[in-house]
């Protein structure tokens, strides 16, 4: 079982960052290929990065390519999602999510991912 806990949510200006962190428990975490979801009201989940368990492969949607950056510290058993240059379509819950063990690239369809955590909303005002 691996769980994970998202922070670093919140309400930010466009053209500002935010770096939403998760932290995965469980002694395989660091085993898995980690994504980052998001979820707008009304539609469905969709990837915006992914990163290997060896964090040599990534990969951007791409509405977030050169302004995201996904990396991971599996010392710390924590994966990153770094933020700039927010736009207010960036506004949605956004989801952690840890799957693809031992793949590299990562998984990057939601229903290849096991285990997800709870969301930090991410808010971008005009």
């Known amino acids: 079982q691996v769980q994970l806990l998202e922070s670093g949510g919140g309400l930010v200006q466009a053209g500002g960052s935010l770096r939403l962190s998760c932290a995965a428990s469980?002694?395989?975490?660091?085993?898995?290929?980690m994504g980052w979801f998001l979820q707008a009201p009304g539609n469905e989940r969709e990837i915006v990065a992914a990163?290997?368990?060896?964090?040599?492969?990534?990969y951007y949607t791409d509405s977030v390519k050169g302004r995201f950056t996904i990396s991971r510290d599996n010392a710390k058993n924590t994966v990153y999602l770094q933020m700039n240059s927010l736009k207010p379509e960036d506004t949605a819950v956004y989801y952690c999510?840890?799957?693809?063990?031992?793949?590299?690239?990562?998984?990057?369809?939601?229903?290849?991912?096991?285990?997800w955590g709870q969301g930090t909303q991410v808010t971008v005002s005009s």
């Open positions: 999510a840890a799957g693809g063990r031992l793949r590299n690239p990562p998984p990057v369809r939601s229903r290849e991912y096991d285990y």
């Open positions: 469980g002694r395989t975490g660091s085993s898995y290929g």
């Open positions: 990163i290997s368990w060896t964090g040599e492969s990534t």
